[in-house]
């Protein structure tokens, strides 16, 4: 858009269009996200390079709005503390929390019942996430890099 000095496209949601109000992931906007000329929307971007040993072993990205950084930490994690593959990470069940709205939303058998119980005993909301938590992208190093997505 000429002389508004920002482009239009998808990337817009991430602007927050007025204090207060929930933009399309339920993510509250406030003033210091505000659309202005020239400035940058406040973004989930998380291309991420692991390295072990000096090297790159483990690649992740995802798109995915609020559920961007959620969905490459959990990948990473479940590669790396979980000794999962990267095509068995990828695929792992998710869950995501962004504080508001304040509810950890799990995707179909996400978490175990006995852990959904133990956290609402703590005073968490849990909830059911309709469909899946972003996608994610992945590579590792098993002496070959291969992609994988859901």
């Given at each position: ?148 997505w859901r």
């Open positions: 858009m000429e002389g508004a000095g920002f482009f239009l496209n998808n990337e817009m949601d991430d602007f927050s269009s007025k204090p207060g109000v929930p933009n399309v992931f339920g993510l509250i906007g406030n003033e210091a996200n505000a659309i202005e000329p020239n400035k940058r929307p406040l973004s989930s971007m998380t291309p991420t390079i692991v390295l072990k040993d000096n090297k790159p072993f483990l690649v992740v990205g995802s798109p995915g709005g609020s559920t961007i950084i959620t969905t490459a930490m959990q990948t990473i994690l479940n590669v790396v503390d979980h000794d999962m593959d990267i095509k068995e990470a990828v695929c792992a069940a998710r869950f995501h929390s962004q504080w508001l709205p304040d509810v950890i939303q799990i995707e179909p058998y996400g978490l175990a019942k006995d852990v959904i119980l133990n956290l609402q005993l703590r005073g968490h909301e849990v909830g059911p996430r309709g469909g899946y938590i972003g996608e994610s992208n992945g590579n590792n190093d098993n002496g070959r890099w291969n992609l994988w």
